[in-house]
């Protein structure tokens, strides 16, 4: 059975960086469409940043340009870096992963939750001013 597990979540003051992992194990990395959502309190999960098997990325309109999802097939890792940290990307962080190349709506690689069948347990991360 696929596991993931999130890790690197934390309390940072406005501007600062955090990176998130996400260690896989039970499957082989390669050939997993990989991506990061978060939820906040009342607020519906939403999709952050998607990496496809080609290595061919999407990102979340409010994260584009600050964050960035990386993929190191050799330690079965899937990486966010965080950077420009804002409160209102406060929220608990969760890795997924779905077999296969990511599916893409008018050529755009998901960001929809309902496309990932593995799901970690979350990291939180907490952007204080």
């Known amino acids: 059975q696929v596991q993931l597990a999130e890790s690197g979540g934390g309390s940072v003051q406005a501007g600062g960086s955090l990176r998130l992992s996400c260690a896989a194990s039970r499957f082989v990395f390669n050939g997993y469409c990989l991506g990061w959502f978060r939820q906040a309190p009342g607020k519906e999960r939403e999709g952050v940043a998607v990496?496809?098997?080609?290595?061919?990325?999407r990102y979340g309109d409010s994260v584009q340009g600050r964050f960035t999802i990386s993929r190191d097939s050799l330690e079965n890792t899937l990486y966010l870096q965080m950077n420009n940290l804002k409160p209102e990307d406060t929220a608990n962080y969760y890795c997924a992963a779905d077999s296969g190349r990511c599916t893409r709506y008018n050529g755009h690689v998901t960001r929809n939750r309902a496309d990932f069948a593995y799901w970690g347990q979350g990291t939180q991360v907490t952007v204080s001013l």
């Open positions: 990496i496809d098997t080609d290595g061919s990325t």
